[in-house]
């Protein structure tokens, strides 16, 4: 089992099912996890601003037993007052891990090689392999498999288009990314995703062609300017409106589960009668943010604890 999760990539496809199925668990029978992690203590520290994030973990630790302490860097950042590997091995003194959302995964990389708890990331310029996590979670849950499913994602390849498709490589999901020229996802991590399907069975697709939705499971979207890019929204309104998910695209898409990682900008990237429409999955998967970490936290602080109900072994 990975010691950090800093990108994803230290997941192995048994790693991931583990980790889903344990989700799932905490999710359907949290009393037998209230204690999972008594005694552990957790900094939740933020570059960037959080609603989702900052609260499923509080929240989700205190359903575990644990206990989260928030440090707010968004003012001058990290490295500043003291570099980031002193702050790590602070940190390190007196927490079981460190959760980080930060602006840059290289910030991730230095306060792993410096800590010696966890270091797990909550968002980065590259990745946001917990939201990965609660999204195929979410999927899990509702088409009861994931090899062989069909995800589209509509917008900029950014770090949740990053380790959506990492993720899915990894599990066995198809994944297409589709969006303008000029914002494809990284290409070196569409070339380790490619590679990571070669083992797990799954076809990774980055096209511009908006035709490309067609026989979909699930389509989701994204802002279309990142945290931390001032760019107001107007001004990439023309370039991405063609990608917007709305109800005449899902229908020809045939999608079943429309997804967003939220904050939504409604009527930009998505419309308020398919985000609040039968088909959203929106709230669902904040619901799962916290399963998700829960589990992951579990796996990394106490994995001992990681141990399926007796109905749930037989049924798997």
């Not at 005694?39 to 205190?62: A, M, W």
């Not at 999204?135 to 959506?164: A, C, I, R, W």
């Not at 898409?253 to 609040?276: F, K, N, W």
Request: aromatic share 6%; charged share 20%.
């Amino acid at each position: 089992m990975m010691k950090h999760c800093l990108s994803g990539l230290e997941f192995s496809p048994a790693d991931t099912l583990q980790l889903l199925a344990l989700a799932q668990a905490q999710k359907a029978y949290p009393e037998n996890y209230q204690h999972t992690l008594a005694g552990k203590s957790v900094v939740t520290l933020f570059e960037k601003p959080s609603l989702r994030t900052r609260l499923s973990f509080d929240i989700g630790l205190q359903k575990l037993g644990g206990h989260a302490v928030y440090l707010n860097e968004q003012g001058q950042g990290m490295g500043v007052r003291e570099t980031v590997a002193d702050y790590a091995r602070n940190l390190s003194c007196w927490a079981d891990a460190i959760v980080a959302r930060v602006m840059s995964h290289s910030t991730l990389e230095e306060l792993a090689q410096h800590a010696s708890v966890p270091v797990v990331n909550s968002l980065c310029d590259l990745f946001h392999p917990c939201q990965a996590l609660a999204d195929f979670l979410t999927l899990q849950e509702q088409y009861g498999k994931l090899k062989g499913l069909k995800l589209v994602y509509l917008g900029d390849g950014n770090n949740v288009s990053h380790s959506l498709m990492l993720t899915a490589a990894t599990v066995g999901t198809d994944c297409t990314i589709i969006c303008p020229k000029g914002y494809e996802p990284d290409a070196d991590l569409v070339e380790k995703a490619k590679t990571l399907a070669k083992k797990s069975g799954a076809n990774i697709v980055v096209t511009h062609d908006i035709a490309a939705v067609a026989g979909a499971d699930a389509l989701y979207t994204d802002t279309w300017v990142s945290m931390g890019d001032d760019k107001p929204l107007d001004e990439v309104r023309e370039i991405f409106h063609p990608y917007q998910i709305n109800a005449q695209l899902v229908e020809h898409s045939g999608a079943t589960s429309v997804l967003h990682c939220q904050p939504a900008h409604r009527g930009y990237e998505i419309t308020s009668d398919v985000m609040d429409g039968p088909l959203s999955r929106c709230f669902q998967q904040a619901e799962n943010r916290l399963y998700a970490q829960n589990a992951l936290l579990t796996l990394l602080l106490n994995p001992t604890a990681a141990v399926l109900p007796e109905s749930m072994e037989k049924a798997s």
